[in-house]
């Protein structure tokens, strides 16, 4: 049964980014007809954060290599008629800065089944 394994930290964490991975695919068929874009996005590892210095104690990159990834996304004419992909701020990019570029997610994020029964579990949790 779902939820009653225990996890570590780390586990549960990237669990979770998969959940939201998932839930972005999703929401592109949701959202198709209205013209609205979604993009998937793993603003970048270890930034420096409470959570990441508590969690490691180091970071590999700042705090505003995420944010700056984010806002360009969502606002920059380069991304406006990007929708159902996935960018990695890790992976190195072809922009000739520190931003990453669109690339491949976990396969179970491009899983049908598997956001199927993501999304009927989660209702199932928010039906109790």
Same mark, same amino acid.
């Given at each position: 049964?779902?939820?009653?394994?225990?996890?570590?930290?780390?586990?549960?964490?990237?669990?979770?980014?998969?959940?939201?991975?998932?839930?972005?695919?999703?929401?592109?068929?949701?959202?198709?007809?209205?013209?609205?874009? *979604?993009?998937? *996005?793993?603003?970048?590892?270890?930034?420096?954060?409470?959570?990441?210095?508590?969690?490691?104690?180091?970071?590999?990159?700042?705090?505003?290599?995420?944010?700056?990834?984010?806002?360009?996304?969502?606002?920059?004419?380069?991304?406006?008629?990007?929708?159902?992909?996935?960018?990695?701020?890790?992976?190195?990019?072809?922009?000739?800065?520190?931003?990453?570029?669109?690339?491949?997610?976990?396969?179970?994020?491009?899983?049908?089944?598997?956001?199927?029964?993501?999304?009927?579990?989660?209702?199932?949790?928010?039906? *109790?």
């Amino acid at each position: 049964m779902a939820g009653q394994k225990g996890l570590s930290e780390q586990d549960a964490y990237a669990q979770s980014k998969l959940a939201l991975t998932m839930w972005s695919m999703a929401l592109v068929e949701q959202v198709a007809a209205h013209n609205i874009n *979604v993009i998937a *996005v793993n603003p970048g590892s270890l930034l420096n954060t409470r959570m990441a210095n508590e969690a490691y104690g180091q970071h590999w990159s700042s705090a505003d290599k995420g944010a700056g990834i984010l806002v360009a996304l969502a606002v920059a004419n380069e991304f406006a008629n990007e929708t159902d992909q996935y960018f990695d701020n890790d992976i190195k990019g072809e922009y000739g800065d520190e931003r990453g570029e669109f690339g491949k997610p976990h396969s179970d994020a491009l899983n049908k089944a598997a956001i199927a029964q993501l999304i009927q579990h989660t209702q199932d949790i928010l039906t *109790v």
